[in-house]
């Protein structure tokens, strides 16, 4: 059974940080490319950032120089470390199994004074 836990959301002032942890199980996640989506209120959810098997790493525009993706395979976690956060980045983020239909069940991440 694949199970994809989040972690780490939580409430933060505007150019604070945080660090979102997904721990996965149940899948040989060193292989697998993985993916952290959010999904703000009343928007569709959006693809942030992704992690290829080899350490490849794409962000989407509003999160470049901002946020970074990574990996540990012995662990099998995958992270996203967002940083200068703007009451924008406002979402439930999600982790996601690239070519899958796995998806964590989300962590709250607000942006606000």
């Known amino acids: 059974q694949v199970q994809l836990v989040e972690s780490g959301g939580g409430l933060v002032q505007p150019g604070g940080s945080l660090k979102l942890s997904c721990a996965a199980s149940g899948i040989i996640f060193s292989i697998k490319t993985m993916n952290w989506y959010r999904q703000a209120p009343g928007k569709q959810r959006m693809l942030v950032a992704t992690i290829t098997s080899g350490g490849g790493t794409t962000y989407a525009d509003s999160v470049k120089g901002r946020f970074a993706i990574s990996r540990d395979n012995a662990k099998n976690t995958v992270y996203l470390q967002m940083n200068n956060l703007k009451p924008e980045d406002t979402a439930v983020y999600y982790c996601?199994?690239?070519?899958?239909?796995?998806w964590g069940q989300g962590t709250q991440v607000t942006v606000s004074s």
């Open positions: 996601y199994v690239g070519r899958s239909n796995y």
